[in-house]
């Protein structure tokens, strides 16, 4: 795929998983190929979990024109984000595997800042995650910009190779794009791995934009924190979540009490309920909107979603545990 051969061992090998996202993908993969190491120090790996024709075609076009070798790699068998990557870094060369997403651009330094933090005893180094925001955002850009908040986020971390080979890789249970990452670096800590930040390795994370009411949707990723749960119960109290979500819950139950209450004929016990669900969930709409836009629209989205994500969180997260038979709350 590359115009001349590349026999030398690089040094790092980068993963870019892929999903249907071929501009997205052209634009990191420009990114990579601007990075300041000499071309036989890295390689690319971009695996596809569609195994699109148009990602291959963009991988193809990059390899053509690329300093450094840049490889498609269909995804077989099990499917999700967890699966894509260990595909990729197992089809890697490298003894450092990097790891970053096809809507993300790596900065020139990135690699170079990366390989600079490991030394013998690292097992692996959390690069600079920006995610630029708006004057004035949504709640889902907002949301998303806590994701440069996150430890050993997939989207500019890197790991050695042996570590990754003796847990097995990411957990391929996790089919979404949500604690994967996690998962790993807590089986590594767990391990006692040693690790360290890198904040000249700098990636971009832009926000994509979201669907109205995208928040909805975004609560089936409740089901994976209780995978998570089961397996750091300790770390995940410690580092992702002290404790349950009381105040969901007791949204939720005024809610199933104004409604038994009415469907018993108890008018009293059903407007007091009501009157307790009405104002949490004013509550919990209007933290929504602390420091977000004020458009109409977003105002209408806050109030739909805020009064049906107890009840979807909740469904979420105990069919995460009655599937991963954890005590979940």
């Known amino acids: 795929m590359t115009p001349r051969e590349h026999p030398r061992m690089p040094r790092v090998s980068v993963v870019v998983p892929t999903y249907r996202r071929p501009a997205l993908l052209a634009r990191c993969l420009e990114a990579l190929a601007q990075q300041d190491l000499d071309a036989s120090d890295y390689e690319v790996v971009v695996p596809d979990d569609a195994g ?3 990602a291959q075609r963009v991988v193809e076009r990059a390899a053509a024109t690329a300093r450094t070798p840049v490889r498609y790699v269909p995804v077989e068998g099990c499917h999700g984000p967890a699966a894509a990557r260990n595909a990729g870094w197992r089809a890697a060369r490298a003894r450092i595997i990097a790891f970053t997403d096809d809507d993300c651009i790596p900065s020139a330094g990135w690699l170079r800042a990366g390989l600079a933090a490991f030394t013998p005893e690292v097992t692996g180094v959390q690069g600079r995650l920006i995610v630029p925001q708006p004057p004035v955002p949504t709640d889902y850009e907002k949301n998303a910009g806590r994701l440069a908040e996150g430890e050993f986020v997939t989207a500019n971390c890197f790991y050695r190779r042996d570590a990754l080979a003796a847990v097995g890789g990411f957990d391929e249970r996790f089919r979404v794009a949500w604690r994967e990452d996690s998962d790993l670096f807590f089986t590594l800590c767990e391990r006692g791995g040693t690790f360290r930040r890198a904040p000249d390795a700098v990636v971009v994370h832009p926000v994509r934009p979201g669907r109205f009411a995208v928040s909805l949707r975004e609560q089936r990723k409740s089901m994976f924190n209780a995978l998570l749960y089961k397996k750091h119960p300790s770390l995940y109290r410690r580092r992702i979540q002290p404790a349950p979500p009381w105040r969901s819950y007791a949204t939720l139950a005024a809610a199933t009490g104004a409604l038994a209450a009415a469907s018993l004929r108890q008018p009293r016990w059903a407007a007091a309920s009501g009157a307790v669900w009405l104002a949490l969930t004013a509550r919990f709409c209007a933290r929504r909107l602390d420091g977000t836009s004020r ?4 105002i209408a989205e806050m109030v739909l979603t805020s009064a049906a994500i107890p ?3 909740a469904f979420w997260r105990l069919r995460g545990a009655l ?6 709350l």
């Open 52 to 54: 699109t024709e148009d």
């Open 311 to 313: 009840s979807l969180s």
């Open 295 to 298: 458009s109409p629209r977003h």
């Open 323 to 328: 599937r991963y038979r954890v005590p979940f």
